[in-house]
């Protein structure tokens, strides 16, 4: 199940991230700072990382994480994200439960942990 969560595009999974804060009424923009605050890409690297199909593998393989990044804690699909043993796993959960916490209204301020 996780090598199939691993080869996934990034592609992929942030067009329902959009959908996702949208509906909510948050913004792209939100959403592009979150990811930026989180892997330590530019706007710029995010895009081209949609563009070339990047898997959440390679995305996270060549991302710089916040330091803030341990500090995520909750419950992401039924897992308490601070519990995720795989490293790679862990990591992606963190992304869900930032999208996820902007999608709820919280201020990026707090989401970012600062």
């Known amino acids: 199940m996780n090598q199939r969560v691993f080869a996934m595009p990034f592609a992929s999974i942030y ?30 690297e995010l895009e081209a990382h949609i ?7 390679d995305f996270f393989a060549q991302a710089r994480l916040t330091p803030n990044a341990s500090l995520i804690t909750g419950v992401i699909c039924g897992y308490r994200v601070q519990d995720i043993e795989d490293p790679l796993m862990q ?24």
């Open 91 to 114: 990591k992606i959960r963190w992304m869900d439960k930032v999208v996820d916490e902007l999608a709820r209204g919280k201020a990026v301020e707090k989401i970012q942990r600062s």
């Open 15 to 44: 067009p329902l991230y959009v959908e996702k804060v949208e509906r909510k009424g948050r913004t792209t923009a939100e959403l592009d700072e979150v990811l930026t605050w989180l892997t330590g890409y530019e706007k710029a």
């Open 51 to 57: 563009a070339a199909g990047t898997t959440l593998e």
